[in-house]
């Protein structure tokens, strides 16, 4: 039985362990900062990836075949205004991370973003040049860049776009605007950005296969569609029957944000398609099994 650590218990980390658990050939442990009384029954150490001591004893600890790395800084507005906590997290946190794997020669997966790019190309494949315009796209490019450095093997970074799924642990955008529907409020919607959201739950069995194919390296995990916020809050609208009206067109300028946003970080997932052979949902297929999943 192989031993997975899962660093991170938002909403990523929360579907990764319970994907683990259903499981036969692993054994699976969290690393997070504190206990939000999830899975009770599975092994936790409570420990904050900037402290460079604490995690690399755990790690080394728990002597675990495969790390996934879903811990990090995401609202970009915060990254600008908490700078120095933003690079702990999302750079150094991260290199502590591959540091001590490399060191006992363990595997790991660190999930990355679409914002290491600057939205002006869109459609982006692993070997287009990176350029962050905001400070969160920087943070996560340079805890990529420390992977890199360590010129370690056994490393895969995964950029995904827009995570959503029904989750019990944190928001997102989905789940934002189907509480907004629920109770008949207006949904205001970008038109002007575009990205590929990622279906965690098409993820999570993507990282265990990434893993299993011993795969190393940079991917691209979007999702099977490119759409802008205001398009995604339709189908939304659309698939769990709620007023398609309360959906309103805004622009990005108009939202008063702190960072500035890459217009089109669509991410091309063909590689990711090929090495796992499989094919990436759509929106609307995504929202239907949620929908589903919902029902149960």
């Known amino acids: 039985m192989e031993k997975v650590a899962v660093i991170g218990l938002g909403m990523i980390g929360y579907e990764l362990v319970k994907k683990y658990l259903e499981l036969d050939d692993y054994e699976v442990c969290i690393i997070?900062?504190?206990?939000?009384?999830?899975?009770?029954?599975?092994?936790?150490?409570f420990v904050d990836i900037t402290n460079e001591n604490k995690i690399k004893e755990t790690i080394k600890k728990i002597n675990p075949d495969f790390v996934v790395n879903t811990a990090a800084m995401t609202n970009v507005d915060l990254c600008e205004t908490e700078k120095d906590l933003a690079y702990k997290i999302n750079a150094l946190g991260v290199k502590y991370i591959g540091e001590i794997c490399k060191e006992i020669t363990c595997s790991l997966c660190h999930i990355s973003t679409d914002y290491v790019f600057d939205g002006e190309k869109g459609n982006y494949v692993e070997e287009d040049e990176i350029n962050p315009i905001n400070y969160y796209g920087y943070t996560k490019a340079e805890g990529e860049r420390l992977l890199r450095e360590l010129d370690y093997d056994l490393i895969s970074i995964v950029r995904i776009s827009v995570p959503y799924c029904i989750s019990p642990v944190k928001t997102n955008f989905f789940m934002w605007v189907l509480e907004k529907l629920r109770n008949n409020e207006v949904v205001n919607a970008v038109i002007d950005?575009?990205?590929?959201?990622?279906?965690?739950?098409?993820?999570?069995?993507?990282?265990?296969?990434?893993?299993?194919?011993?795969?190393?390296?940079?991917?691209?995990?979007?999702?099977?569609?490119?759409?802008?916020?205001?398009?995604?809050?339709?189908?939304?609208?659309?698939?769990?029957?709620?007023?398609?009206?309360?959906?309103?067109?805004?622009?990005?300028?108009?939202?008063?944000?702190?960072?500035?946003?890459?217009?089109?970080?669509?991410?091309?997932?063909?590689?990711?398609?090929?090495?796992?052979?499989?094919?990436?949902?759509?929106?609307?297929?995504?929202?239907?099994?949620?929908?589903?999943?919902?029902?149960?």
């Not at 997070?32 to 150490?45: A, H």
């Not at 659309?238 to 939202?255: N, V, Y």
């Open 193 to 296: 950005q575009w990205n590929t959201p990622t279906y965690v739950n098409e993820l999570v069995e993507g990282i265990v296969k990434i893993y299993e194919n011993d795969f190393n390296g940079l991917l691209h995990f979007g999702g099977g569609e490119k759409v802008s916020r205001y398009e995604f809050a339709l189908k939304v609208a659309e698939i769990f029957g709620f007023d398609k009206s309360l959906i309103k067109p805004t622009k990005s300028s108009k939202l008063g944000w702190k960072a500035k946003r890459p217009k089109d970080t669509s991410l091309n997932s063909k590689k990711v398609e090929k090495l796992l052979k499989i094919e990436l949902k759509d929106i609307g297929s995504a929202l239907k099994e949620l929908k589903n999943l919902k029902m149960r």
């Open 32 to 45: 997070t900062r504190s206990d939000r009384g999830f899975f009770r029954d599975v092994e936790k150490y």
